[in-house]
């Protein structure tokens, strides 16, 4: 460190203070987001072990939760069989009635 010769004036210190408001402060979320993915887990991690620290009721460790599933298809399709048919000039079938009647 330099050393400051005794004959020099003193400093003064000016305080700066700023007002803002919430919507002029960056995002926390937009600084994490640029961070690496180890440093923002070391960061949540660092967070619950503050935690826990106050807390006494709560185990120090993470719960294991594992859920094993089979994956279930959306849709059955039914096979069926085609007709052909003439319901006559005028006559309009409605789809969604045919598919209710055949199942589907």
């Known amino acids: 460190m ?3 010769p005794a004959t020099s ?3 003064i210190i000016r305080k ?3 007002v803002t408001t919430n919507q002029d402060q960056p ?3 937009q600084y994490w987001i640029t961070r690496p ?3 923002r887990l070391d960061a949540v991690e660092m967070l619950r072990q503050s935690y826990l620290s106050f807390r006494t009721d709560v185990p120090s460790r993470l719960e294991r939760v594992y859920r094993v ?3 279930q298809a959306t849709h ?3 096979p069926f069989k085609a007709e052909t048919f003439s319901l006559g000039d005028e006559v309009m079938p409605e789809r969604d009635e045919l598919y209710v009647e055949r199942g589907l």
Request: proline share 5%.
């Open 27 to 29: 995002s926390d979320y």
């Open 16 to 18: 700066v203070v700023r």
């Open 76 to 78: 059955v399709y039914k």
């Open 2 to 4: 330099a050393d400051i």
């Open 37 to 39: 993915i180890a440093e």
């Open 9 to 11: 004036e003193p400093r």
């Open 69 to 71: 599933t089979q994956l």
